[in-house]
């Protein structure tokens, strides 16, 4: 008895159970969902999908509330506003994600508990990659984010492509992960046994060890760009999304970007100030090199997966500049406002081919011809995303960009700023070959469009906003989201301001 | 009293509001769009010229019915509108051919509540345009136009349709790039705290190099919009291509946004550059005037032949706002006004020439005066309008800007005479190439293979549009002080 007390009273002076309050939230609702798989022995699926919707939604109004108010930090975690705002976003991916994959587990009916699972603690892996400080607290989180993801992509078990994308991704994720825990290695060594960021920069002596160094930076640099999938670190990417099933791509392109985002940036930030000069450099040419290649080969892509593949790495090459274009004055406000509003263009795209694929079960970009016949608001809440993606006014992707490509030219980045530019307009075009194929009507229609049916639950009419069905609600608000936020942006500038540490 | 209204802000946003309310309007019956678009239009139209009678004064300098809204504070991106005398003229040629371009696009059929919401899309972003004082805002409607058009000429174009439009998109977007970067740098030099305003841009000075590159930068852009050569390949495809409703409001306003730039930017921000490379832009505007004219001439099709005079016809704004004078300058913003009148009148001409004859190609067209006298007649009318008869307003506005170019002090006499030389080439190659079609058209043999019946002559409609057209030509022409205080 006393030693659970003295335990507790223990534990409650060294966490502050607050800070980590949406975590604990997530792992309760991770437990609850597999008592309750196991009790029901597979029935009943939707209560399980409820349970992670409620907890997901409980974490993030939890955080909310933090988010006003800055709660003090411990050795493990810190927890300012960059960090919650990290969070925050990942709760939002995981939300949205899981939105899209309810009805396909109704239809199919294949191992059900096992995904909202794999999904929360993905979800739980990047929350806690977000906040961390601790280098074994990163290489943990950032595992557990790695391994769920693997499991996820893998999912399907009897299509062939899925388990080839799981192998490919464990495979290489495996091989970064080793890199990266090498580079902490040498961290570790050299400032005597320190794991807490904090105290390595204090306890390294840098003007001594300075080719050491920079080789731990290179391999903490391979490490974390193949999350971000940055060239020359990208070639998992289009074999991962193409062959794992759509609404898990969905979710790791999101999460495990925002999270790897979060990683890049404290790390750089924090451990190799005295190298800024260096890795500005390195992390430019990454960025530029990450943009033209992503752009250029999405123009020539057949599969709809494969190309988002592509555009999301240029879309990456895009955040990197405002990595490099944070200053004093407005933090990471830049990257942080864009990766809000690729959060929802991406998850807005994928949102719309989830139900496509799985009405018509492919997912060439020819089929998709002449799609405005039979289903306008597929069509269009598609077309509002990409262009949004593409980075046309009045969407948001105009606003992101805009804001981007005025920091890094304050930054006095000029050869980015001028590329991101010129593959913008090269990234319109290939966006608008897609809108034309859907919205032009083509004399003899694909055989897959002929069999379209809508889903039962959908109304055709804009005005009634009869929406039994999820990924219905999640396509509007993804598309809300796309084209309005642009418009309101200045309250999120506000917020993404204070974030320069 | 009634200054506090934002007149500005309701103009431009009045038409893409309405066109949003288009999807609740029933789709069982074009017609009830087809009234519901015109109607919008016609009250625009009606709150435009209000606006003008009442609010403006002719004579004052400087900008009026100045609206500020701080929008996005970080980057100091406000809702700044403001017009002034040439503003307000080419605000009115909008409302007033857009209009007509919706009355105009009476007989399409499919999917009409797009057309319509398009249509009204792209007023409201052409009169965004030329209200805005702020170079993000300048730069977000001249963006804004990209989509609008593009899917209009992909959906309702003529047969490379697919082709014409990612190949306009493409380039204008590629020219817009400029001048974002040129609008970057112009705000982030010279002052500390960075401003996009147009009204503190006009304060600063910058050093003469930067201010070239600058004034470079938004050339390229204006260059594709305008056109200049050798920027000018995208507009024979597009206005080739577009169904002519669209033609109308392409070659009526979408080229004018080019030279409003070129003068609101670049000639009154940065005149330092504009001094060195006014010479320049005159070179290439008369070398654009007698070039597209000569193409023009061996054009088979129709409305390529009418898009290569409209490049001609631009050429005479570029070598009026190169000519560094006043009345160079006017002669530019007249020409912007009356061929922006005229472009939209032919190319509406030969698109209901193509309703009838479901042909573009002027080896098929002979003789069809006799069957269609009203067409005949308008086609004249305007083709001589385009050619610059004395009378009409073409004629004047050329002389305007021949007069600067021989008034301007800044050049040699040489380089003048030169100038001059080769405009007046252009100007009697146009008309040659002008009459050349229509002797083509109308008169001489009728080919044997013209079946009667479906050559209807002009409907009520039609001769609306265009007597609407043709009065203000006319009006301009016999009294150009009515234009010109402005």
Same mark, same amino acid.
């Given at each position: 008895?006393?030693?659970?007390?003295?335990?507790?009273?223990?534990?409650?002076?060294?966490?502050?159970?607050?800070?980590?309050?949406?975590?604990?939230?997530?792992?309760?609702?991770?437990?609850?969902?597999?008592?309750?798989?196991?009790?029901?022995?597979? =029935?009943?699926?939707?209560?399980?999908?409820?349970?992670?919707?409620?907890?997901?939604?409980?974490?993030?109004?939890?955080?909310?509330?933090?988010?006003?108010?800055?709660?003090?930090?411990?050795?493990?975690?810190?927890?300012?506003?960059?960090?919650?705002?990290?969070?925050?976003?990942?709760?939002?991916?995981?939300?949205?994600?899981?939105?899209? /994959?309810?009805?396909?587990?109704?239809?199919?009916?294949?191992?059900?508990?096992?995904?909202?699972?794999?999904?929360?603690?993905?979800?739980?892996?990047?929350?806690?990659?977000?906040?961390?400080?601790?280098?074994?607290?990163?290489?943990?989180?950032?595992?557990?984010?790695?391994?769920?993801?693997?499991?996820?992509?893998?999912?399907?078990?009897?299509?062939?492509?899925?388990?080839?994308?799981?192998? =490919?991704?464990?495979?290489?994720?495996? +091989?970064?992960?080793?890199?990266?825990?090498?580079?902490?290695?040498?961290?570790?060594?050299?400032?005597?046994?320190?794991?807490?960021? !904090?105290?390595?920069? !204090?306890?390294?002596?840098?003007?001594?060890? %300075?080719?050491?160094?920079?080789?731990?930076?290179?391999?903490?640099?391979?490490?974390? @760009?193949?999350?971000?999938?940055?060239?020359?670190?990208?070639?998992?990417?289009?074999?991962?999304?193409?062959?794992?099933?759509?609404?898990?791509?969905?979710?790791?392109?999101? &999460?495990?970007?925002?999270?790897?985002?979060?990683?890049?940036?404290?790390?750089?930030?924090?451990?190799?100030?005295?190298?800024?000069?260096?890795?500005?450099?390195?992390?430019?040419?990454?960025?530029?090199?990450?943009?033209?290649?992503?752009?250029? *080969? +999405?123009?020539?892509?057949?599969?709809?997966?494969?190309?988002?593949?592509?555009?999301?790495?240029?879309?990456?090459?895009?955040?990197?500049?405002?990595?490099? +274009?944070? !200053?004093?004055?407005?933090?990471?406000? /830049?990257?942080?406002?864009?990766?809000?509003?690729?959060?929802?263009?991406?998850?807005?795209?994928?949102?719309?081919? &989830?139900?496509?694929?799985?009405?018509?079960?492919?997912?060439?970009?020819?089929?998709?011809?002449?799609?405005?016949?039979?289903?306008?608001?597929?069509?269009?809440?598609?077309?509002?995303?990409?262009?949004?993606?593409?980075?046309?006014?009045?969407?948001?992707?105009?606003?992101?960009?805009?804001?981007?490509?005025?920091?890094?030219?304050?930054?006095?980045?000029?050869?980015?700023?001028?590329?991101?530019?010129?593959?913008?307009?090269?990234?319109?075009?290939?966006?608008?070959?897609?809108?034309?194929?859907?919205?032009?009507?083509?004399?003899?229609?694909?055989?897959?469009? =002929? #069999?379209?049916?809508?889903?039962?639950?959908?109304?055709?009419?804009?005005?009634?906003?009869?929406?039994?069905?999820?990924?219905?609600?999640?396509?509007?608000?993804?598309?809300?989201?796309?084209?309005?936020?642009? %418009?309101?942006?200045?309250?999120?500038?506000?917020?993404?301001?204070?974030?320069?540490? | 009293?009634?200054?506090?209204?934002?007149?500005?802000?309701?103009?431009?946003?009045?038409?893409?509001?309405?066109? %949003?309310?288009?999807?609740?309007?029933?789709?069982?019956?074009?017609?009830?769009?087809?009234?519901?678009?015109?109607?919008?239009?016609?009250?625009?139209?009606?709150? $435009?010229?209000?606006?003008?009678?009442?609010?403006?004064?002719?004579?004052?300098?400087? %900008?009026?019915?100045?609206?500020?809204?701080?929008?996005?504070?970080?980057?100091?991106?406000?809702? @700044?509108?403001?017009?002034?005398?040439?503003?307000?003229?080419?605000?009115?040629?909008?409302?007033?051919?857009?209009?007509?371009?919706?009355?105009?696009?009476?007989?399409? &059929?499919?999917?009409?509540?797009?057309?319509?919401?398009?249509?009204?899309?792209?007023?409201?972003?052409?009169?965004?345009?030329?209200?805005?004082?702020? $170079?993000?805002?300048?730069?977000?409607?001249?963006?804004?136009?990209?989509?609008?058009?593009?899917?209009?000429?992909?959906?309702?174009?003529?047969?490379?349709?697919?082709?014409?439009?990612?190949?306009?998109?493409?380039?204008? @977007?590629?020219?817009?790039?400029?001048?974002?970067?040129?609008?970057?740098?112009?705000?982030?030099?010279?002052? !500390?705290?960075?401003?996009?305003?147009?009204?503190?841009?006009?304060?600063?000075?910058?050093?003469?190099?930067?201010?070239?590159?600058?004034?470079?930068?938004?050339?390229?852009?204006?260059?594709?919009?305008?056109?200049?050569?050798?920027?000018?390949?995208?507009?024979?495809?597009?206005?080739?291509?577009?169904?002519?409703?669209?033609?109308?409001?392409?070659?009526?306003?979408?080229?004018?946004?080019?030279?409003?730039?070129?003068?609101?930017?670049?000639?009154?921000?940065?005149?330092?550059?504009?001094?060195?490379?006014?010479?320049?832009?005159?070179?290439?505007?008369? *070398?654009?005037? +007698?070039?597209?004219?000569?193409?023009?001439?061996?054009?088979?099709?129709?409305?390529?032949?009418?898009?290569?005079?409209?490049?001609?016809?631009?050429?005479?704004?570029?070598?009026?706002?190169?000519?560094? #004078?006043?009345?160079? *300058?006017?002669?530019?913003?007249?020409?912007?006004?009356?061929?922006?009148?005229?472009?939209?009148?032919?190319?509406?001409?030969?698109?209901?020439?193509?309703?009838? #004859?479901?042909?573009?190609?002027?080896?098929?067209?002979?003789?069809?005066?006799?069957?269609?006298?009203?067409?005949? &007649?308008?086609?004249?009318?305007?083709?001589?309008?385009?050619?610059?008869?004395?009378?009409?307003?073409?004629?004047?506005?050329?002389?305007?800007?021949?007069?600067?170019?021989?008034?301007?002090?800044?050049?040699?006499?040489?380089?003048?005479?030169?100038?001059?030389?080769?405009? @007046?080439?252009?100007?009697?190659?146009?008309?040659?190439?002008?009459?050349?079609?229509?002797?083509?058209?109308?008169?001489?043999?009728?080919?044997?293979?013209?079946?009667?019946?479906?050559?209807?002559?002009?409907?009520?409609?039609?001769?609306? $549009?265009?007597?609407?057209?043709?009065?203000?030509?006319?009006?301009?022409?016999?009294?150009?002080?009515?234009?010109?205080?402005?």
């Amino acid at each position: 008895m006393n030693d659970i007390n003295s335990f507790l009273s223990r534990l409650n002076s060294t966490i502050n159970f607050s800070t980590i309050l949406p975590e604990i939230i997530l792992i309760v609702g991770l437990i609850t969902i597999v008592i309750t798989d196991l009790v029901n022995k597979g =029935k009943n699926a939707i209560f399980l999908y409820k349970i992670f919707l409620i907890s997901t939604l409980v974490s993030m109004g939890i955080l909310f509330y933090q988010l006003i108010s800055v709660i003090a930090f411990e050795d493990l975690y810190t927890n300012n506003i960059f960090n919650n705002l990290f969070r925050f976003f990942i709760l939002i991916c995981s939300f949205i994600s899981v939105l899209l /994959s309810v009805d396909y587990v109704l239809c199919s009916k294949i191992s059900l508990a096992e995904f909202p699972l794999f999904k929360i603690s993905a979800g739980l892996g990047g929350m806690i990659l977000s906040c961390a400080t601790n280098l074994i607290t990163i290489y943990v989180s950032l595992e557990f984010l790695a391994l769920s993801s693997c499991f996820l992509s893998g999912y399907t078990k009897r299509d062939i492509r899925s388990n080839e994308a799981s192998m =490919k991704f464990l495979l290489m994720s495996g +091989a970064s992960s080793s890199s990266l825990l090498y580079g902490f290695s040498l961290l570790y060594g050299f400032s005597d046994g320190q794991v807490q960021l !904090d105290n390595i920069i !204090d306890k390294i002596s840098f003007s001594q060890y %300075l080719p050491i160094i920079c080789i731990s930076a290179a391999f903490i640099l391979a490490g974390t @760009a193949f999350k971000l999938s940055l060239f020359p670190f990208h070639q998992w990417t289009p074999d991962v999304y193409e062959g794992s099933p759509t609404r898990v791509v969905a979710f790791f392109s999101v &999460t495990s970007k925002v999270a790897a985002l979060s990683l890049f940036t404290r790390l750089f930030r924090l451990i190799f100030p005295y190298l800024s000069n260096e890795w500005h450099i390195v992390v430019e040419l990454l960025a530029i090199s990450s943009m033209i290649l992503g752009n250029l *080969i +999405a123009v020539t892509q057949r599969s709809f997966k494969r190309m988002l593949a592509y555009s999301s790495i240029s879309q990456i090459g895009y955040v990197m500049i405002g990595i490099l +274009a944070a !200053d004093l004055e407005n933090g990471y406000a /830049s990257m942080l406002t864009y990766t809000f509003i690729y959060i929802f263009m991406n998850l807005g795209t994928f949102a719309r081919i &989830t139900p496509f694929s799985l009405r018509t079960g492919t997912n060439n970009i020819r089929d998709y011809a002449g799609l405005y016949m039979k289903d306008p608001v597929l069509t269009f809440s598609l077309v509002l995303c990409l262009l949004s993606l593409g980075g046309i006014p009045p969407l948001s992707g105009f606003f992101g960009k805009h804001y981007l490509f005025w920091h890094g030219w304050k930054a006095g980045l000029y050869i980015s700023v001028t590329v991101a530019l010129v593959t913008s307009v090269i990234s319109i075009y290939y966006y608008l070959k897609i809108i034309k194929l859907m919205l032009t009507k083509t004399t003899n229609l694909v055989d897959t469009l =002929k #069999t379209y049916e809508k889903q039962k639950s959908l109304v055709s009419s804009v005005i009634s906003t009869k929406l039994k069905s999820s990924v219905e609600m999640a396509m509007i608000l993804c598309a809300l989201a796309s084209t309005l936020s642009g %418009l309101f942006m200045d309250p999120i500038i506000k917020i993404t301001r204070n974030t320069f540490f | 009293m009634i200054n506090n209204v934002p007149w500005l802000t309701t103009i431009v946003f009045f038409p893409i509001l309405a066109g %949003l309310m288009i999807p609740i309007l029933s789709s069982d019956g074009n017609k009830i769009i087809r009234w519901y678009t015109l109607g919008i239009c016609l009250l625009e139209f009606s709150l $435009i010229t209000y606006v003008f009678y009442c609010h403006f004064q002719i004579d004052s300098q400087s %900008l009026q019915l100045l609206e500020t809204f701080s929008w996005i504070d970080s980057i100091h991106f406000r809702w @700044a509108l403001g017009i002034d005398g040439l503003s307000m003229g080419l605000i009115l040629l909008t409302g007033f051919v857009t209009t007509l371009a919706t009355l105009g696009a009476w007989p399409i &059929t499919p999917n009409t509540r797009l057309f319509y919401f398009l249509m009204l899309v792209m007023y409201s972003g052409q009169i965004g345009v030329f209200v805005s004082r702020d $170079i993000l805002l300048f730069f977000l409607m001249w963006e804004l136009e990209l989509i609008p058009v593009y899917l209009l000429l992909s959906l309702w174009g003529g047969k490379k349709r697919l082709y014409s439009a990612t190949k306009f998109v493409l380039y204008t @977007a590629g020219g817009s790039i400029f001048l974002l970067l040129a609008a970057l740098t112009m705000s982030f030099s010279g002052s !500390d705290v960075p401003s996009f305003d147009i009204q503190d841009s006009i304060d600063k000075s910058y050093p003469v190099s930067l201010e070239i590159l600058i004034y470079i930068g938004f050339l390229v852009a204006y260059a594709v919009k305008l056109p200049i050569i050798p920027f000018h390949t995208w507009l024979p495809d597009t206005h080739g291509e577009a169904h002519y409703s669209i033609c109308m409001l392409l070659a009526g306003v979408l080229l004018k946004m080019g030279g409003y730039g070129l003068i609101r930017i670049n000639l009154e921000l940065l005149t330092h550059a504009h001094f060195f490379l006014g010479s320049g832009l005159m070179l290439f505007g008369a *070398i654009q005037i +007698a070039y597209a004219s000569f193409i023009s001439m061996s054009q088979h099709n129709l409305k390529k032949r009418i898009a290569y005079s409209s490049i001609s016809h631009m050429g005479f704004v570029t070598i009026g706002i190169g000519s560094l #004078t006043d009345s160079g *300058i006017d002669g530019a913003m007249l020409q912007m006004i009356s061929h922006g009148l005229i472009g939209a009148a032919l190319f509406f001409l030969a698109g209901t020439c193509y309703d009838r #004859t479901r042909t573009y190609l002027l080896d098929q067209l002979g003789g069809v005066a006799t069957t269609l006298p009203k067409l005949f &007649t308008m086609f004249s009318i305007f083709s001589l309008a385009s050619l610059a008869l004395l009378g009409m307003s073409g004629f004047v506005s050329e002389l305007l800007v021949f007069i600067g170019v021989s008034t301007t002090e800044q050049y040699s006499f040489p380089f003048k005479i030169v100038i001059t030389l080769v405009g @007046a080439i252009g100007t009697v190659s146009t008309s040659i190439y002008l009459l050349s079609m229509l002797r083509r058209m109308f008169y001489g043999y009728r080919l044997v293979n013209q079946s009667n019946s479906y050559l209807i002559d002009l409907g009520p409609r039609e001769l609306f $549009i265009l007597i609407c057209l043709f009065l203000p030509i006319l009006g301009i022409g016999s009294y150009p002080n009515l234009i010109l205080p402005i």
